[in-house]
């Protein structure tokens, strides 16, 4: 049996089906992040000062793949243009061009940016005890300049025992009162060599940079994981549609083909639209 | 052009995001403002918004209207809990 309206417009809505179908589920998908999005900002509009970090995300590594994902946003129309001038071959390698972005885009969150997240140490000091760990912090200079405390000191565990973490310290922390680290930095700083003790006792909670570790890092990964996801889902269409299957559907009616290729396109292109927002919301502000 | 363009801005937000505009609701403000542009230029170029059937345009004002509803919960929310304030 063929499936109506692939092609043809539907005489009532005046569209292929297709096209209503991908703007209804577009519609849904605005709603589950505009879900995670509103939770975003109650979050983070009610952390109590100095809870919600900054400057803990790599910048540049965030923008490159900012820029892979509008590129690959780019390809996806060409590859759609292709198809409409019947130019099959160059379809071929603007669809290729896309899933390849695609597939940058996954390996550098999964394999660079998170794992390096999963390194990472952090631990919140209890509020009776911040002033024992002051050359760390350099709170009582924040609090004289009006900025916002800082209770937590991180790096890389070194090693622990039944009662102390030793952390080789973050910039921030090795060196608190700094006016440079008043401000996240555009290029990443390496951990220092300056190791610090802490007491177990004195410490509130201490993770990696998981999930547990805050609202923030919580949010964080909940977002850019479900972004992930829809990466991944678009990334399997596209091979589908690269693949040579394809190439029959594309013999038998190219409009075919050419219309798939626009919905897919469109889910892409609203993946995209999302990382706009992600982007500045959890790396830069 | 247009992706030249959202690269472009991409750079703007990264810069303007070391700038201190005096308080961080401002430069939040700001991020948010070269966001949507840039989201608004997706969304009217790529994604043929600019010129689409009026069916569509329904389907999106329903979900505009709906998701600013899902925001507006979270403001009363805010009124409604007023413990950190």
Same mark, same amino acid.
């Given at each position: 049996?063929?499936?109506?309206?692939?092609?043809?417009?539907?005489?009532?809505?005046?569209?292929?089906?297709?096209?209503?179908?991908?703007?209804?589920?577009?519609?849904?998908?605005?709603?589950?992040?505009?879900?995670?999005?509103?939770?975003?900002?109650?979050?983070?509009?009610?952390?109590?000062?100095?809870?919600?970090?900054?400057?803990?995300?790599?910048?540049?590594?965030?923008?490159?793949?900012?820029?892979?994902?509008?590129?690959?946003?780019?390809?996806?129309?060409?590859?759609?243009?292709?198809?409409?001038?019947?130019?099959?071959?160059?379809?071929?390698?603007?669809?290729?061009?896309?899933?390849?972005?695609?597939?940058?885009?996954?390996?550098? %969150?999964?394999?660079?940016?998170?794992?390096?997240?999963?390194?990472?140490?952090?631990?919140?000091?209890?509020?009776?005890?911040?002033?024992?760990?002051?050359?760390?912090?350099?709170?009582?200079?924040?609090?004289? %300049?009006?900025?916002?405390?800082?209770?937590?000191?991180?790096?890389?565990?070194?090693?622990?025992?039944?009662?102390?973490?030793?952390?080789?310290?973050?910039?921030?922390?090795?060196?608190?009162?700094?006016?440079?680290?008043?401000?996240?930095?555009?290029?990443?700083?390496?951990?220092?060599?300056?190791?610090?003790?802490?007491?177990?006792?004195?410490?509130?909670?201490?993770?990696?940079?998981?999930?547990?570790?805050?609202?923030?890092?919580?949010?964080?990964?909940?977002?850019?994981?479900?972004?992930?996801?829809?990466?991944?889902?678009?990334?399997?269409?596209?091979?589908?549609?690269?693949?040579?299957?394809?190439?029959?559907?594309?013999?038998?009616?190219?409009?075919?083909?050419?219309?798939?290729?626009?919905?897919?396109?469109?889910?892409?292109?609203?993946?995209?639209?999302?990382?706009?927002?992600?982007?500045?919301?959890?790396?830069?502000? | 052009?247009?992706?030249?363009?959202?690269?472009?801005?991409?750079?703007?937000?990264?810069?303007?995001?070391?700038?201190?505009?005096?308080?961080?609701?401002?430069?939040?403000?700001?991020?948010?403002?070269?966001?949507?542009?840039?989201?608004?230029?997706?969304?009217?170029?790529?994604?043929?918004?600019?010129?689409?059937?009026?069916?569509?345009?329904?389907?999106?004002?329903?979900?505009?209207?709906?998701?600013?509803?899902?925001?507006?919960?979270?403001?009363?929310?805010?009124?409604?809990?007023?413990?950190?304030?």
């Amino acid at each position: 049996m063929e499936i109506p309206y692939t092609v043809s417009t539907r005489p009532d809505t005046g569209l292929w089906n297709a096209k209503i179908g991908i703007w209804l589920f577009l519609a849904s998908e605005v709603m589950l992040f505009g879900a995670l999005f509103s939770a975003y900002i109650f979050l983070r509009v009610d952390a109590a000062p100095g809870m919600w970090p900054h400057g803990l995300l790599n910048v540049p590594v965030g923008t490159m793949n900012t820029a892979i994902l509008i590129m690959s946003s780019v390809t996806v129309v060409l590859a759609w243009a292709a198809l409409k001038m019947r130019r099959y071959r160059a379809y071929w390698w603007y669809m290729l061009a896309t899933i390849s972005c695609g597939v940058i885009f996954l390996t550098v %969150k999964l394999a660079y940016e998170w794992p390096q997240k999963f390194e990472h140490f952090g631990a919140y000091i209890k509020p009776e005890a911040l002033g024992k760990y002051e050359k760390y912090l350099g709170n009582e200079r924040r609090t004289e %300049k009006g900025m916002e405390p800082r209770i937590e000191i991180t790096g890389h565990l070194h090693s622990q025992n039944a009662k102390e973490y030793e952390v080789a310290l973050d910039p921030v922390n090795a060196d608190p009162n700094n006016p440079a680290m008043d401000r996240p930095h555009f290029l990443p700083l390496p951990v220092t060599d300056k190791i610090a003790t802490i007491e177990k006792a004195d410490v509130e909670r201490a993770t990696m940079f998981l999930p547990t570790h805050s609202a923030y890092f919580a949010s964080y990964f909940t977002i850019t994981g479900l972004h992930g996801l829809h990466v991944l889902g678009g990334v399997l269409v596209f091979i589908y549609m690269w693949l040579p299957v394809s190439k029959k559907v594309y013999q038998r009616n190219p409009e075919h083909l050419a219309n798939r290729v626009e919905v897919s396109g469109l889910f892409w292109h609203f993946v995209d639209l999302i990382w706009i927002f992600v982007f500045p919301l959890f790396y830069l502000l | 052009m247009v992706g030249a363009l959202l690269l472009t801005f991409t750079a703007v937000t990264v810069a303007l995001s070391y700038v201190d505009f005096g308080t961080r609701k401002a430069n939040i403000g700001i991020a948010m403002l070269v966001a949507t542009l840039k989201a608004g230029a997706v969304a009217a170029v790529f994604m043929h918004l600019a010129a689409e059937k009026r069916l569509i345009y329904r389907i999106l004002i329903f979900t505009g209207f709906f998701v600013l509803g899902l925001f507006w919960l979270i403001l009363l929310a805010w009124y409604d809990y007023p413990v950190f304030r």
